[in-house]
């Protein structure tokens, strides 16, 4: 049975998912953690599957990113980063 | 281990290091996705190193089944992080385990198609000397290759035979004088060790460039 | 839409009585996660029902010194893979609520981590929820849930929160952890509520 160790991938993991739904590549874009002020790379973040995909700050944990798609539709929570980079 | 060539029409290239995400539509509309490091170079085309796993989604079809004239639907390429374009200058170091030498390949292939001279090296980890891919072709490409074998090793080994740890790191890495630029791939717990071991060899965390593969294929 | 010839997967379709629509078999028991595993002691380990009357907790060994049962349900994942028989042990959540003087018609469960679901108290009544601590004869594995987890079959399987640590009485419905963000308020997966506006 894998582990949820070995299921915890990284920010490169949605990068396709990123690039579709902003039509710009994020994988090397800084976010900024709203819970401890962490600023990393999305590529750097963690990244859970579950019932949705859920983008963790790598240093403090705390949720920056939910993701639902469902029948044609994404739910996209970004209140846990508090800004992203871009450009 | 299969290497799948895809022809997409108005395929503006790629970067060494950048995946795809491929998606695959039975005929009922069932669909699956996964994602593939880019195995070429960029000078080389569009190509894929899939590793077949048995309970896999996908990769048993692409392994086992697609054949030439097949269509499947490609995203990307996808990657801003995870690249060596060939135009940085610090020395390359290659950590990878198991099938996250593929992205890392593509870094090889493009430094020896643009003729660079950055020095670079791959420490690769694989269960045994059958799951080693690219042997041959790892041997031309002009870098220092350390390979480690963590479950067998065949007669008359002379290579490692563990798992990648501060010692094998200390003897093969650059120094952490040299600030180099360091790639390190494979499964979570893979990439968590190699990169724990180069930060107590002095590295710093800004040079090191991490990618997890899951375990799903 | 780009058609993969001889594309199949390793999907296995049920029995439509057993499997609700848009589902499909599974034999192993994928690990889906929000977060990372927490590992609380279970000497600090405690569920609490709170929001009714007075706060009413259970250490670990008195939950279970509380009746439990096993119990053999087929479970839906809202990520399609539905898993038939399988067999649980836990003290189902009436034998808790019992203890509590309440009026509420809501809960939300918590949980280590931070996780949320909410449910109505319907759906948590009557013999449909566990508070499950074994799996398959052996005690909850940490990656499943474990020491326990919140078992509600007849609902998608993000209702059954892993590593639930009480459930919190409320009078209104809120959405919980993924509830907020896109997916269905109640989860029936018989009616197929796997989103918001199913």
């Not at chain 3, 029902?49 to 439990?68: D, H």
């Not at chain 3, 398959?136 to 499943?144: F, K, R, S």
């Amino acid at each position: 049975m894998t582990g949820i160790a070995e299921l915890k991938l990284d920010g490169n993991a949605i990068g396709g998912l990123m690039l579709e739904l902003f039509g710009v590549e994020l994988t090397a874009t800084p976010c900024v953690c709203a819970g401890c002020g962490a600023r990393e790379e999305m590529a750097r973040l963690d990244v859970y599957t579950g019932a949705g995909i859920v983008v963790r700050c790598c240093h403090c944990e705390a949720v920056m990113i939910r993701i639902v798609q469902g029948r044609g539709r994404t739910w996209l929570d970004l209140s846990g980063a508090a800004s992203l980079e871009l450009g | 281990m299969k290497t799948l060539e895809l022809d997409v029409p108005g395929w503006a290239g790629h970067r060494a290091g950048q995946h795809v995400d491929v998606r695959l539509t039975a005929e009922d509309g069932y669909q699956a996705q996964r994602s593939y490091s880019i195995a070429s170079a960029p000078s080389d085309g569009l190509a894929l190193t899939v590793e077949r796993l048995d309970d896999g989604e996908v990769s048993p079809y692409l392994v086992d089944e697609a054949r030439e004239g097949d269509q499947l639907e490609v995203r990307g390429p996808i990657g801003g992080y995870f690249v060596w374009d060939g135009t940085e200058t610090e020395p390359v170091l290659l950590v990878a385990g198991g099938s996250g030498v593929v992205p890392v390949m593509a870094m090889a292939r493009h430094r020896a198609r643009i003729g660079s001279t950055t020095p670079m090296r791959l420490i690769y980890s694989s269960r045994s000397w059958d799951d080693v891919i690219y042997r041959d072709e790892l041997e031309t490409l002009g870098i220092e290759v350390f390979q480690t074998l963590t479950r067998e090793q065949p007669p008359g080994w002379s290579g490692y035979s563990r798992r990648i740890d501060r010692e094998l790191l200390a003897e093969t890495a650059w120094p952490a004088s040299q600030s180099p630029r360091v790639y390190v791939c494979g499964s979570t717990r893979f990439v968590d060790a190699a990169a724990d071991g180069l930060l107590e060899l002095g590295y710093d965390a800004g040079w090191i460039r991490t990618e997890r593969f899951g375990a799903t294929g | 839409m780009v058609i993969s010839r001889g594309f199949r997967g390793k999907r296995r379709d049920g029995p439509p009585d057993r499997v609700p629509p848009g589902q499909y078999l599974t034999d192993d028991f994928p690990v889906l996660s929000a977060g990372p595993t927490p590992h609380t002691p279970l000497e600090e380990w405690t569920f609490s029902i709170r929001g009714g009357a007075e706060l009413v907790s259970w250490t670990w060994e008195e939950l279970r010194g509380l009746p439990s049962e096993p119990v053999t349900v087929d479970i839906h994942c809202v990520t399609r893979w539905s898993k038939l028989d399988t067999v649980w042990e836990g003290v189902s959540v009436d034998t808790l609520l019992e203890a509590v003087e309440h009026d509420a018609a809501y809960a939300m469960a918590f949980c280590d981590g931070g996780y949320t679901t909410n449910l109505p108290l319907e759906d948590l009544t009557d013999g449909k929820a566990w508070v499950a601590f074994g799996y398959d004869g052996e005690p909850l594995d940490p990656e499943h849930g474990g020491p326990a987890r919140l078992l509600v079959p007849h609902l998608y399987f993000w209702k059954s929160a892993k590593w639930v640590r009480g459930l919190e009485l409320r009078d209104e419905d809120e959405p919980g952890f993924w509830e907020s963000n896109g997916y269905h308020l109640r989860g029936d997966p018989w009616l197929e509520q796997r989103y918001w506006g199913d």
